[in-house]
T-cell receptor, first 114, second 114 residues
Framework: AQTVTQSQPEMSVQEAETVTLSCTYD???????LFWYKQPPSRQMILVIR??????QNATENRFSVNFQKAAKSFSLKISDSQLGDTAMYFC???????????FGTGTSLTVIP | DAGITQSPRHKVTETGTPVTLRCHQT?????MYWYRQDPGHGLRLIHY???????DKGEVSDGYSVSRSKTEDFLLTLESATSSQTSVYFC?????????????FGNGTRLTVT
């Protein structure tokens, strides 16, 4: 079975500071894909960043980057220079290379404090 | 933004009544999914479809059925709604499997069963 764990239900960060959200997963697959989604109060689900397990280089999208540790099955999201618009629920997701399903964590609610 | 429309946006219904939620996509993506979002549970897969008339169950499929008669439409039916089905329901689509194709989400339907 594939499971995704986000151990931080809530976090806060001062504006312009850096914050890291943690995500771990459990799988027996050797190849898979990892995603972070953002859900602001509007309820819309927005893709933030994605990572292929076969790539050693960590993905980066502007202020968002990941720390992917395959051996530890860890996929954390770092947000630099936090902005008020980053206030949202963040979900980590896992997709095995085989099969059609995506598996989600329970989410981390991030609040950026002015 | 991916062309995904969910209807209705909000619905209040009584216990025991049937309810159908509709998802319509204009992207011609093969894969379509129904998730429910509940506090503390993240997103959980109800059913998904991998082609016209091809569907499979997710982890929380009891009490739900789906149909996909056309590529663009994926219907979720609650045959006899219960209070435990009060939730936010998201439709999502994906173009392919076996690579880093992400899920694209609709804006969600908030369903309240009284």
């Amino acid at each position: 079975a594939q499971t995704v764990t986000q151990s931080q239900p809530e976090m806060s960060v001062q504006e312009a500071e850096t914050v890291t959200l943690s995500c771990t997963y459990d799988t027996s697959e050797s190849n898979y894909y990892l995603f972070w989604y953002k859900q602001p109060p509007s309820r819309q689900m927005i893709l933030v960043i994605r990572q292929e397990a076969y790539k050693q280089q960590n993905a980066t999208e502007n202020r968002f980057s990941v720390n992917f540790q395959k051996a530890a099955k860890s996929f954390s999201l770092k947000i630099s220079d936090s902005q008020l618009g980053d206030t949202a629920m963040y979900f980590c997701a896992f997709r095995p290379n085989t099969g059609n399903q995506f598996y989600f964590g329970t989410g981390t609610s991030l609040t950026v404090i002015p | 933004d991916a062309g995904i429309t969910q209807s209705p946006r909000h619905k209040v219904t009584e216990t025991g009544t049937p309810v159908t939620l509709r998802c319509h996509q204009t992207e011609n993506h093969r894969y379509m999914y129904w998730y429910r979002q509940d506090p503390g549970h993240g997103l959980r897969l109800i059913h998904y479809s991998y082609g016209v008339k091809d569907t499979d169950k997710g982890e929380v499929s009891d009490g739900y059925s789906v149909s996909r008669s056309k590529t663009e439409d994926f219907l979720l039916t609650l045959e006899s709604a219960t209070s435990s089905q009060t939730s936010v329901y998201f439709c999502a689509i994906s173009e392919r499997t076996g690579d880093n194709s992400p899920l694209h989400f609709g804006n969600g339907t908030r369903l309240t069963v009284t």
